[in-house]
């Protein structure tokens, strides 16, 4: 089993829908990553979170340190915020490692 | 502009034909690291570097090299490059030890060894 899982792999959806992409982990960590990688191949930090909620935009990213769990969520969604999301985490017990999700590939249409 | 340079974006090469993916930062960081992506298996790290001469292996480590002779510049050597490197190469930076800050990413090179 991977120590970071994403939900779902891919992801189809209408203009406005509010997306959820969800992340969860099987080890202690002190930080999560949430990226996002367009067609194009480049790869954008979007949130680092190590409690709480964040937001940035039409962007909110949680995490839920008991669960072992977070969300990266987009309202108003619209067809540029298709994309591959990737989730990250840093173990706790680890100065420099991050552990990958494979992704969720996100289609909006138009 | 900050920013993580990576060179070539494409490269097509033979097998045992030595070659340099590059990469420089101008962020004055102290972490840099290496990734390749392949599909479905998303992003493995290969080497990372923690500061001037200090490397050390990541997950998929064989068949690469590196070396940090400066702060700025991190490259990614194949010695003897094999059609199972071909892949989606990453290189990233950022200020301080692993996950506790922001990660900046080049914008990849795509090698295929035939």
């Known amino acids: 089993k991977n120590e970071v899982e994403q939900s779902p792999q891919n992801l189809t959806a209408q203009e406005g829908e509010f997306i959820t992409i969800n992340c969860s982990y099987s080890?202690?960590?002190?930080?999560l990553h949430w990226l996002q990688q367009h067609p194009g191949g480049g790869i954008v930090s979007l949130f680092m979170?190590?409690?709480?909620?964040k937001k940035h935009g039409r962007l909110i990213a949680t995490i839920n340190i008991q669960e072992k769990h977070s969300s990266l969520h987009i309202t108003a969604s619209h067809p540029r915020d298709s994309a591959v999301y990737i989730c990250?985490?840093?173990?706790?017990?680890?100065?420099?490692?991050?552990?990958w999700g494979a992704g969720t590939k996100l289609i909006i249409k138009p | 502009e900050a920013q993580v340079t990576q060179n070539p974006r494409y490269l097509i090469t033979v097998t045992g034909k030595k070659l340099t993916v590059t990469c420089s930062q101008n962020?004055?960081?102290?972490?840099m690291s290496w990734y390749r992506q392949d599909p479905g298996l998303g992003l493995r790290q290969i080497y990372y570097?923690?500061?001037?001469?200090?490397?050390d292996k990541g997950d998929v480590p064989e068949g690469y090299k590196v070396s940090r002779k400066e702060k700025r510049n991190f490259p990614l050597i194949l010695e003897s490059p094999s059609p199972n490197q071909t892949s989606l190469y990453f290189c990233?930076?950022?200020?301080?030890?692993?996950?506790?800050?922001?990660?900046?990413f080049g914008n990849g090179t795509r090698l295929t060894v035939t």
């Open positions: 080890v202690g960590i002190s930080a």
């Open positions: 990233a930076s950022n200020p301080g030890p692993g996950g506790n800050s922001p990660l900046h």
């Open positions: 962020m004055n960081h102290e972490y």
């Open positions: 990250a985490v840093r173990r706790a017990d680890s100065n420099y490692q991050l552990i």
């Open positions: 979170l190590s409690s709480g909620k």
């Open positions: 570097s923690m500061n001037v001469e200090v490397t």
